[in-house]
């Protein structure tokens, strides 16, 4: 198997290189954390320095990825890693807003809870807003009618953090027998 993995690296890379040989090449892999080993390795080989090809590759990855593969990438003819922090207070309330559309006059106290529940980051936002919307927290009035968030609602939010509760959502949508895995 590692002999099959290797000749699958080496082939995959070499493709990706010869592909950029003959016109530049971007790739942008989202969510790499969840990408497969030999997937990463061959975006690493494509751009060792020595290869000397116009390939460009963006990866977007949470914070643990750094710890899962700290040298990912050190070979390559370059590097740049950027870290991006939790929004400041008045994106994170747009964002959130937008998120919670179609309601569109949402009290700036229950947009603040939000936000604060969320820590300030996009991801745990989607999450949070979604979750919101699942329970049921953005309703209609009427058919036809304005929406509007039950903000007595967003204080039922456990005060757990944010992803074991998002965790917890996530498994209670489940089948029983497929939670219990």
Not at 21 to 44: G, K, N, S
Not at 55 to 60: D, E
Request: net charge neutral; with cysteine.
């Amino acid at each position: 198997p590692g002999a099959l993995r290797s000749l699958a690296m080496r082939a995959t890379g070499e493709l990706l290189a010869s592909t950029a040989r003959e016109r530049p090449l971007c790739l942008i892999i989202d969510d790499a954390h969840f990408a497969e080993e030999t997937a990463l390795d061959a975006l690493e080989y494509a751009c060792l320095a020595e290869a000397s090809v116009p390939i460009w590759v963006c990866v977007l990855a949470r914070p643990g990825f750094e710890k899962s593969r700290p040298l990912w990438g050190a070979r390559a003819a370059r590097q740049v890693t950027v870290s991006l922090r939790a929004l400041a207070a008045e994106p994170s309330q747009e964002l959130c807003r937008m998120l919670l559309k179609p309601v569109e006059n949402v009290p700036a106290q229950a947009v603040e809870r939000i936000v604060e529940r969320a820590q300030h980051v996009p991801l745990y936002l989607v999450e949070l807003v979604r979750g919101l919307k699942r329970q049921g927290l953005v309703r209609q009035r009427a058919p036809g009618g304005s929406w509007y968030l039950v903000t007595d609602g967003v204080e039922k939010v456990p005060e757990l953090r944010l992803v074991e509760w998002l965790a917890d959502r996530e498994l209670g949508a489940l089948p029983s027998t497929l939670a219990a895995h």
